[in-house]
């Protein structure tokens, strides 16, 4: 196997592949871009969608102890005086004398024990000072302190301020738990390893409410089904990795926190978080709005504000993990003995953007033609299709497979009978990983693909 010999090889191919196929685009890339925002294009949004219909399907659908919410991106601004973030989300952030670069203070290289500039080297530093990660904004015509608010920086704090409002409607009992999925954004200081640390992204939380008593049970249940979620979308056990975070670098209010981690090409890095919270949000915003937020137990008839355990997921960083753990390079021989590299995207078949290719074997065949077209009708709208007739079928099936797409159905002359009517309206599928075909009846597509993608 010809992998990328090292991780920075590997990374610059991902990348290649990613704006080449249409996975990732820079956005407003005509003008220039903008630093830590992108764009997904056909097969990167395809992605993105698999990925968070699943969540949302294991985390609401097939729970009945978890409803779901879309809060809106604006939001009073006491919201965010009241969860701390106005005054405590920051980054220590540094300048750069010599060159200027503006830096954070916590990621810099160090030279005989004093921080250094990655940049230029220079050991000219500024002091440390707080910057805060909020995008702020006006809400209104006037640009004056009042009207001041910030675009949200976690989706979470929407699923606290309206915990009152769907506990009453939902008519949940602890424990319980909403779910959104949702954008949020943040003024990185150095966005950097592509998508993975950007300024727009997208997040999957769930806040999980429980009794004070259940919080470190359930922080310990969160962290199985969040594993177990990964592994189902395509990452290996060998590729997660657990970071218990120590007491001390824990936030005050946190009784316990898990760093669930991915291999990247870039290093072993964050992909999600799950955090027991206590009680401390909804405090925060009790105290601070002066509404109740507590929850009435009807058996112990007590009133009390209800603990929480929060995991919290990135779209943009897992379907950036789902796109490395895919990524491989094989050296193939084909029928006369020529060796190429074929680049495949190895997706989980339930992640891969498109499901399956459907190829007449000849383009200027009516009868294939037809029949082709009758297959993508017969498929479209129970999955992601894409019919391809230009091109030999060998260089149809290597796009397919650098877009990472699972089944190739090829209708030939024997689907149509010219051969006889043994293999008539049967196709081939062609496995993407093993490269073998086998004989399907067209009658029996439908379901054979169906079962292998859900
Ligand atoms: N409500 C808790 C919260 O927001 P977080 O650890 O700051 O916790 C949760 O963020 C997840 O959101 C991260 O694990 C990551 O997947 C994603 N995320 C955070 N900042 C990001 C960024 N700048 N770019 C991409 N994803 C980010």
């Known amino acids: 196997m010809?992998?990328?010999?090292?991780?920075?090889?590997?990374?610059e191919k991902?990348?290649?592949?990613?704006k080449r196929r249409g996975f990732v685009f820079q956005s407003s890339e005509i003008y220039g871009g903008l630093n830590g925002c992108w764009d997904y294009g056909p097969l990167g949004t395809e992605l993105k969608r698999n990925l968070k219909d699943f969540w949302w399907r294991r985390m609401v659908r097939e729970r009945d102890d978890v409803v779901g919410m879309d809060g809106s991106i604006l939001m009073n601004r006491?919201?965010?005086?009241a969860s701390g973030h106005e005054n405590t989300f920051t980054d220590p952030m540094v300048d750069c004398r010599n060159c200027k670069s503006r830096l954070r203070a916590d990621q810099l290289p160090?030279?005989?024990?004093?921080k250094q500039c990655p940049v230029c080297g220079s050991l000219d530093l500024t002091e440390p000072r707080a910057f805060n990660l909020m995008f702020k904004t006006y809400v209104g015509a006037t640009e004056d302190e009042s009207a001041i608010t910030y675009l949200r920086p976690e989706t979470a704090q929407a699923i606290f301020v309206q915990f009152r409002n769907i506990l009453e409607v939902s008519r949940k009992k602890l424990p319980f738990g909403i779910a959104q999925i949702g954008k949020a954004f943040r003024n990185e200081i150095n966005p950097r390893n592509f998508t993975f640390r950007?300024?727009?992204f997208e997040q999957m939380e769930l806040e999980y409410f429980c009794r004070p008593e259940n919080g470190l049970e359930l922080l310990e249940y969160w962290l199985q089904e969040r594993l177990r979620f990964y592994r189902d979308i395509g990452l290996s056990s060998e590729s997660l990795h657990v970071h218990k975070i120590p007491p001390e670098e824990c936030a005050h209010y946190s009784k316990g926190t898990y760093d669930i981690e991915f291999e990247f090409p870039f290093g072993i890095q964050e992909l999600e978080g799950v955090a027991y919270r206590t009680d401390y949000d909804l405090n925060q915003h009790q105290k601070a709005s002066g509404k109740p937020l507590d929850y009435f137990d009807e058996e112990s008839k007590q009133h009390f504000i209800p603990h929480v355990v929060e995991p919290s997921a990135g779209v943009d960083r897992t379907a950036l993990a789902l796109i490395c753990a895919a990524y491989d390079e094989e050296v193939v021989t084909d029928e006369k003995g020529k060796s190429e590299t074929r680049t495949v995207l190895r997706f989980h078949p339930r992640m891969a953007p498109i499901k399956c290719g459907v190829f007449p074997l000849l383009k200027n065949n009516e009868l294939l033609v037809r029949q082709a077209r009758e297959i993508v009708d017969q498929l479209r709208g129970k999955m992601m299709v894409f019919y391809d007739e230009t091109g030999a079928i060998g260089r149809r099936y290597r796009r397919?497979?650098?877009?990472?797409?699972?089944?190739?159905?090829?209708?030939?002359?024997?689907?149509?009978?010219?051969?006889?009517?043994a293999l008539r309206d049967t196709v081939t599928v062609r496995h993407r990983d093993s490269m073998e075909q086998e004989r399907i009846a067209i009658k029996e597509l439908t379901a054979f693909l169906g079962e292998r993608i859900r």
């Open 78 to 81: 006491q919201v965010w005086v």
């Open 2 to 11: 010809a992998q990328a010999k090292s991780g920075s090889d590997r990374m």
């Open 400 to 421: 397919q497979d650098e877009a990472g797409t699972p089944f190739a159905v090829t209708v030939d002359f024997d689907t149509i009978g010219e051969n006889g009517p």
């Open 198 to 200: 950007s300024r727009e």
């Open 14 to 18: 991902i990348v290649s592949l990613c």
């Open 110 to 114: 160090e030279k005989n024990g004093r």
